[in-house]
């Protein structure tokens, strides 16, 4: 298992960072690591599913990611998979009075060989985290 997370903080209404971010075809605009995402079915609240194709360390791979949760203002997760990874995508989100504290933790688990792959890869995903949150920083200021 592998997790990365970040906190980011927005002088942005809670509100509308929660709708920006719980959009996951926004990922387009501000996760560098997505090539593209489109949503297959739903409403945007839990049980909706979206294809992800994400470059990661040369490869690009495709994931099914499936909403678990849905809060307005507090919760958005979802679950993607395949053959070779289950990947946990939690964003919390705080109104902090003057703007909006986002907690974001990604979670990988791997499976069979890619497993193997892990230790070789943290900087990598050091790399993917920082970028992420850079990405996130500047979609979120726009808003």
Known sequence: MTTIERVIVVDRPVQAVFAYLSDFENTNEWDPGTVKTTKIDGNGGVGTRYHNT????GRESDLEYTVEAFEPGRLFQLRGENKSLVSHDIMRFRDTGGGTEVTYRA????RGLARLAVPLLKGQFKKLGDNAEQGMRKA????
Do not use: M, T
């Not at 979670?107 to 791997?110: A, D, E, V």
């Not at 979120?140 to 808003?143: I, Q």
């Open 54 to 57: 994400s470059s990661f360390a």
């Open 107 to 110: 979670i990988f688990h791997f």
């Open 140 to 143: 979120l200021f726009k808003l």
